[in-house]
């Protein structure tokens, strides 16, 4: 007796067994019932010029380079005024009309907090999440009074405290394109190959935050107009998540 009945439930779990598996192929069980599809929470950055004290107007076009007055822009001759380069970089670039001139570069950064424990309560059931697919990153220009081109943006994510994009523990993770003067588009970020592997390695404890970094480098040619303007963006995104 005791045989017949192990033998009786055996097959009937091997029956059972046998029939899940049946409904899964026929699509009555879902096997992506694990899986958790949420949005990234819109992270806001703004680029202010007004910031970063330039002068009004335009500048004086400086040659540089061989043969000219001006060898190298952070080293001007005697008599013409200092500059320093490790605040602003001065590099000796062609302009407009393709005549080389002395550069500044400015570099604009900004951050934001990202904070996935209240997006979704499925995702902190998870406690974690090991495997993550990007559908989309998106960005949104909200407003835009700059008088120049923006020129493409990269965005970093860091951890918690981690603010600047040199530091080696911030991976860049995608590109915003460069956004014309004055215009408010919206579009996909251009993501690295790794940004998937990128995000899930900021996602391992969902109770930690970390940020996001967006880094612009502006050119400003000496003899063209000095930017002015600022211009806001909004980043966003549909992910999919599963333990």
């Known amino acids: 007796m005791r045989v017949t009945s192990y033998t009786t439930v055996r097959a009937s779990g091997v029956a059972l067994f046998v029939g899940l598996l049946g409904l899964s192929a026929c699509g009555l069980i879902n096997s992506d019932i694990a899986k958790v599809t949420f949005d990234l929470p819109p992270q806001r950055v703004s680029f202010d010029l007004a910031s970063y004290h330039l002068p009004a107007g335009n500048t004086v076009p400086v040659p540089c380079g061989d043969g000219q007055v001006v060898a190298d822009c952070c080293h001007p001759p005697a008599g013409l005024p200092t500059v320093d380069c490790n605040a602003t970089p001065l590099l000796c670039l062609p302009n407009a009309q393709g005549t080389n001139v002395c550069t500044a570069e400015v570099t604009a950064t900004q951050y934001t907090m990202v904070d996935l424990s209240n997006v979704d309560p499925r995702l902190m059931s998870?406690?974690?999440?090991?495997?993550?697919?990007?559908?989309?990153?998106?960005?949104?220009?909200?407003?835009?009074s700059l008088n120049t081109d923006l020129p493409p943006a990269t965005i970093y994510?860091?951890?918690?405290?981690?603010?600047?994009?040199?530091?080696?523990?911030?991976?860049?993770?995608?590109?915003?394109?460069?956004?014309p003067a004055g215009t408010t588009p919206t579009g996909n970020v251009n993501l690295e190959p790794d940004a998937a592997a990128t995000f899930s390695s900021f996602t391992r404890d969902l109770s930690m935050s970390f940020n996001l970094i967006v880094k612009a480098t502006l050119d400003i040619p000496s003899g063209a107009p000095v930017p002015s303007g600022a211009v806001q963006i909004t980043v966003t995104g549909k992910l999919q998540a599963s333990p």
């Open 157 to 179: 994510l860091a951890p918690h405290g981690v603010t600047d994009p040199s530091d080696m523990n911030a991976k860049k993770f995608g590109t915003v394109p460069s956004i």
């Open 126 to 144: 998870a406690k974690s999440l090991a495997n993550i697919t990007i559908n989309r990153i998106s960005y949104t220009v909200d407003s835009n």
